[in-house]
C-alpha cells in the first residue's frame, strides 16, 4: 500500500525563493500542490511559509512519531523542529 | 529512523510475503469479467485468515478492506465495492498480511478477460519493468534516490510518467517505516543502503500526466487526465548478496 508522498514531518529543502537551499519540516498540507514548512529559527512554527511542493526537494525521511506530535499542533516546539532538522541531516549524512 | 532487519526477521518477513504472493495470484485468477471487487476482497481475506495470518490493511488508518482493487484510470488505494470487474478493464491489485508480526505487501496489475490493448500490453511492460530495474538497484552501497531515478527514467524512456505524490516505503513490523522511497529523483541521493534494510518498491505508472488527485471517499486515487494506470510491488530486502525479493510464491 503506497504511502502519501508528502507528510506532516518530513524534511524538506527549498529550491526556490528567498529561503533557496534552507532545510525545513513540513508542518501542514494544505493541498497537493501547497504545504507549510518551518525550520524553528527563521521560520517558527506560528508563522510556517507557505511553499508550492515544486519548489521544494522532497527528503524521504520525517521526525520521529511525527503523526502523533503533529495531531497536537501545541506540543511540536520551534526547538524541536530544529533539532529533528538536524538529526535527519546527521542521518542522512548532509552537513547542516 | 531505518530499522535494520536481522536475517531471522527477513525470514518471517519471507513467510508474510509468500503469503502476499500466493494471495495475489488466486485474486488474479478469480478476477474474471463480472466479478464483484467485493468478492474479490472477501476471497484474500479468508486465504490470508486461512493461513494464520492477519490483513495487513484492514483498519490501517481507517482502509475498510483487505485488498485495494484499483480499475483503469485509478492508480491505488480503490475500495472493494458492488462494481463488477468488464471485459478490457486494467486492475491493480495491492494485498498486504502480518505473520509474527511482520509485514508483507505487493501489487500486481493485469487486464480482465480479454486481451489487452496495445496500449495496456505496453503500460503494464512498462511498469513490470520500472518494478524490476528499480529492484536492481536495492544493492548495499547505492543511495536510496538510485532506486526512484531507475524507475523514472525507464518510465519516462517508455513516454509514460511517474506518479509522485504516493511513494513505497520501508517496511517492517510497521507497514509504513522510514524510509520514503520515491518512484523519481535525482542518482545519488539520501541514505546509503545497508544490508538488513527492507524496502517496498512500488512504482505507479500513469499513461498520462503524473498528476493524481484523490476522490471523495479519501481514500481512491485516480489521474488527473482520467488516462490509465499500473502499479507494481514488491517487499525487498537488500542483502550482501543483493535485492532478495521477498514476495514471492
Avoid at chain 2, 543502503?193 to 481514500?219: H, K, Q, Y
Wanted: proline letters at 5%; glycine letters at 10%; aromatic letters at 4%.
Amino acid at each position: 500500500m503506497a504511502e502519501e508522498g508528502l507528510r506532516v514531518g518530513q524534511l524538506v529543502r527549498s529550491k526556490a525563493g528567498r529561503d533557496a537551499g534552507l532545510y525545513f519540516l513540513i508542518v501542514g498540507i494544505k493541498d497537493s500542490r501547497f504545504v507549510a514548512v518551518a525550520d524553528g529559527k527563521v521560520r517558527r512554527v506560528s508563522h510556517p511559509k507557505l511553499k508550492n511542493v515544486r519548489h521544494l526537494e522532497i527528503y524521504p525521511v520525517r521526525m520521529e512519531s511525527a503523526d502523533a506530535r503533529f495531531a497536537a499542533p501545541s506540543v511540536v516546539t520551534d526547538r524541536a523542529i530544529a533539532e529533528a532538522i538536524r538529526e535527519l541531516l546527521a542521518g542522512l549524512g548532509q552537513p547542516t | 529512523m531505518i530499522i535494520l532487519k536481522t536475517p531471522e526477521e527477513i525470514e518471517v518477513m519471507r513467510e508474510a510475503g509468500r503469503l502476499v504472493a500466493r494471495v495475489l495470484a488466486a485474486l488474479r485468477e478469480a478476477a474474471r469479467p463480472g466479478v464483484a471487487t467485493s468478492e474479490l476482497d472477501v476471497l484474500a481475506e479468508r486465504l490470508i485468515r486461512d493461513a494464520g495470518a492477519v490483513p495487513a490493511f484492514k483498519g490501517y488508518r481507517g482502509y475498510p478492506a483487505t485488498v485495494c482493487v484499483s480499475i483503469n484510470e485509478q492508480v491505488v488505494h480503490g475500495i472493494p465495492a458492488a462494481r463488477r470487474l468488464q471485459d478490457g478493464d486494467l486492475v491493480s491489485l495491492d494485498v498486504g498480511a502480518v505473520i509474527k508480526g511482520y509485514y508483507g505487501d505487493a501489487a500486481v496489475s493485469f487486464v480482465a478477460g480479454g486481451r489487452p490493448t496495445r496500449l495496456q500490453a505496453d503500460l503494464l511492460d512498462a511498469g513490470q519493468s520500472a518494478l524490476t530495474v528499480g529492484v536492481e538497484q536495492a544493492r548495499e552501497g547505492n543511495r536510496l534516490s538510485d532506486i526512484g531515478s531507475a524507475i523514472q527514467r525507464h518510465a519516462e524512456s517508455r513516454g509514460y510518467s511517474v506518479v509522485r505524490d504516493y511513494a513505497g516505503h520501508g517496511i517492517g513490523q510497521a507497514m509504513h517505516e522510514d524510509p520514503q522511497v520515491p518512484n523519481y529523483g535525482t542518482r545519488g541521493q539520501g541514505p546509503l543502503l545497508r544490508s538488513g534494510m527492507v524496502l517496498a518498491i512500488e512504482p505507479m505508472v500513469n499513461a498520462g500526466t503524473f498528476e493524481v488527485t484523490c476522490l471523495e471517499d479519501g481514500w481512491t486515487v485516480v489521474t488527473r487526465d482520467g488516462r490509465p494506470s499500473v502499479h507494481f510491488e514488491h517487499t525487498v530486502a537488500v542483502t550482501e548478496d543483493g535485492p532478495d525479493i521477498l514476495t514471492l510464491p
